[in-house]
């Protein structure tokens, strides 16, 4: 066999292949030592993401070993307060990678090498890529210990496999795992949507009646009416044997008259893809309601991967009045089905009134300002006193945003209302404010944009001052002003005071900025730099004090700088005694 052949069957048994839907099922091993439970599932609907991973329990507690699920080198470590939080990222010979986030602490050598990178770079949010089988681990091997650190909600495992070559993640279920489940999907309210001339023209909620297990139908006479195109949502769920957590379902087909129309299957995505859930559920139900439903249809500009089905439903309509059975079918990895079953009564209309576009007399003449946003078009919005610098690509279908400008006391603009927090915007775009004035003394670097929710300030944007505006990026609608934060973030320690013996293994420090939000954090013992571990959730600053610097002197001071985004500086020192 010449060399070229046998290179290009290396590659075809090795790699991942586009479309692939058999994955290796005894190659992985669990990388836990103790019975799976899963506390979330791939896919899962969470706030503007697909959930990347497996979330594994652990027992309620910190501290188990987390395996290595097959031979590999580590290719990436991460220290952040947020996201994955403390994550390593290991490459296997057979073209999959594995990840495991929200880790306590690494194996004894990554944890001295990673501190050794944070000393010598003095950085305590840190991203390291070793150099090729610098740390090999075997299957089996222990790779750190299981945490609750970075946007964590509490102690588990955050689990990944992807695909090396081209960094997409794909269902871990897929490989074999052993995470029992026998329960049926739950259904919750279905959604129908009306629509005229391919806008939105209504919505309407039917209630669901389990009649047994995975058997739905609908309350009452079990029929959806409408006179005109209509699509339909629905909250669906899946909860694993021997716990109660909401997981997501992995396929969700709707039928009509036995047809599938469309699909929507978690088997892999792109991370570019994530925020696209924006598009897939009902945003505005969400963001009005905190209720999560899929949409079986898709918006214009939802350009998500995980619809297989070539029929994809868009707004169903038929020529003539009619009744039509639908079926909705949701199931798990394991194969646990549930249906709903209902009848759509569809009549057509004999007039059918156009719904004409809005002109450019109708948005000049509006009791408010009003612009139109479209999903594949860039838009410069601008006022006397605001700009937004819109990409294409930010909106998921046509929208018209209705823009209105009101006194706010005490604040150092007036407050604008751009559209409505219920519409989503996939993109970062530019918004610009001018500042109404400036008091004597103010420094014009503390100032930013704010978003405000019914008049009360709700979150930090940021922004810059230039020639009496102040630019920020968002990725929201609703409403903003400038404010101010000439507050220094507060410090005050926790399990420790000043002059105390030091007798702990770690100290704790709490650090609020309740505006602009930590931005750079420090510390210092008896001059030498020391890192530190922020857990952004819990307002905390880490220090174990076994990465101090070793002194005949018994005495340790503590040196503390933390600084937020608006550079307002706090700082504190503590003298200590070693035992």
């Given amino acids: 066999m010449s060399k070229i052949l046998s290179f290009t069957l290396f590659l075809i048994f090795s790699l991942p292949m586009a479309g692939q839907s058999s994955y290796p099922q005894d190659y992985f091993i669990s990388p836990l030592p103790i019975k799976l439970y899963s506390s979330g599932t791939f896919g899962e609907l969470r706030s503007n993401h697909f959930h990347s991973g497996l979330d594994l329990k652990t027992l309620g507690k910190v501290g188990i070993p987390v395996l290595a699920a ?9 220290v952040s307060p947020y996201g994955f939080g403390k994550a390593i990222y290991l490459r296997h010979p057979n073209g999959y990678t594995t990840v495991y986030a929200h880790l306590l602490s690494f194996s004894p050598e990554l944890e001295n090498y990673v501190i050794s990178e944070m000393r010598r770079l003095q950085k305590n949010e840190i991203e390291l ?13 222990t790779l750190a210990l299981s945490g609750n650190s970075g946007g964590s909600g509490g102690p588990h495992l955050h689990f990944e496999v992807r695909d090396s070559r081209t960094e997409k993640i794909i269902n871990p279920l897929l490989f074999g795992f052993e995470v029992e489940d026998h329960r049926q999907p739950e259904l919750g309210p279905l959604q129908v949507y009306y629509f005229q001339n391919k806008q939105p023209a209504g919505q309407k909620e039917y209630s669901l009646l ?3 297990a995975g058997d739905y139908v609908l309350t009452g006479d079990g029929i959806v009416d409408a006179n005109g195109p209509v699509s339909f949502g629905i909250y669906a769920i899946d909860r694993q044997d021997g716990y109660n957590n909401r997981n997501g ?3 969700l087909k709707l039928f009509v008259a036995d047809e599938l129309r469309h699909e929507f299957k978690m088997e892999t995505f792109a991370f570019a893809e994530s925020r696209f859930i924006n598009a897939h559920i009902d945003y505005g139900l969400k963001a009005c309601c905190k209720r999560t439903s899929h949409r079986l249809y898709r918006e214009p500009g939802n350009k998500l991967s995980t619809y297989p089905a070539k029929a994809e439903a868009g707004h169903l309509s038929f020529d003539k009045d ?3 059975p639908i079926r909705i079918e949701a199931r798990d990895v394991s194969g646990n089905l549930s249906v709903l079953n209902f009848d759509l009564q569809y009549s057509v209309l004999t007039e059918n009134p156009e719904v004409e576009p809005i002109s450019e007399e109708e948005l000049g003449n509006s009791e408010f300002l009003i612009a139109k946003v479209e999903p594949d078009q860039a838009e410069l919005i601008k006022g006397e006193n605001y700009e937004l610098n819109i990409r ?15 006194e ?7 407050l604008f209302t751009f559209g409505s927090r219920e519409i989503p915007v996939h993109l970062y775009y530019d918004l610009k404010l001018r500042l109404n004035h400036l008091p004597k003394g103010v420094d014009p670097s503390k100032l930013f944009i704010a978003s405000y929710l019914d008049g009360q300030y709700d979150e930090y944007e940021g922004g810059d001052f230039k020639d009496g505006w102040i630019s920020a990026r968002t990725r929201q609608l609703g409403q903003f002003a ?23 293994s770690q100290l704790q420090i709490r650090v609020r900025d309740d505006l602009s939000g930590l931005k750079e954090y420090n510390a210092w013992v008896n001059g030498e730099w020391v890192p530190v571990y922020y857990d952004a959730k819990t307002d905390r600053l880490l220090l174990k004090t076994k990465y101090w610097p070793l002194s005949q002197d018994t005495k340790q001071v503590l040196k503390l700088r933390v600084v937020d985004d608006k550079k307002n500086v706090s700082e504190q020192t503590w003298t200590l005694f070693a035992p």
Wanted: charged share 25%; glycine share 6%.
């Fill in 392 to 406: 294409a690509g930010s909106f998921y279908r046509d929208y018209v945003l209705e823009i209105a400008q009101e």
């Fill in 249 to 251: 379902v992995y396929d």
């Fill in 129 to 141: 890529y070793p150099a090729a089988a610098q740390f090999h681990f075997e299957q089996g091997d």
């Fill in 322 to 324: 009619t009744v039509v």
């Fill in 210 to 212: 389990q009649k047994q």
């Fill in 70 to 78: 097959a031979e590999g080198d580590i290719v990436r470590i991460k």
């Fill in 408 to 414: 706010l006391p005490e604040a150092y603009s007036d």
């Fill in 482 to 504: 400038i404010a101010l934060d000439t507050l220094a973030p507060q410090i005050s320690a926790i399990d420790f005071k000043e002059g105390m013996p030091l007798k702990q």
